[in-house]
């Protein structure tokens, strides 16, 4: 069962490497806790949270 979850981030994480480059285990874990229990509004903002953060972080070369 692990192993399938690992499997899946990994195919997500390459899927929208273009989108999202600098995503984490982390963030992919809190996504999905949203998007299953959470709200639609709950799940966008926590999205665009992530895109500004990233956006940011690109930008100044810092790791997140």
Known sequence: ???MAALF???????????FPLMR?????ILMVLLLFGSPE????K???MK???????HTGMPR
């Not at 285990?25 to 874990?29: A, E, N, P």
């Not at 709950?42 to 903002?45: H, L, T, V």
């Open 1 to 3: 069962m692990v192993f």
């Open 9 to 19: 981030m990994m195919k997500e994480r390459i899927a929208n490497s273009n989108d």
């Open 25 to 29: 285990v982390r963030d992919l874990r």
């Open 42 to 45: 709950d799940f966008d903002k």
């Open 47 to 49: 999205l665009n949270q």
């Open 52 to 58: 500004s953060g990233m956006t940011q972080a690109t």
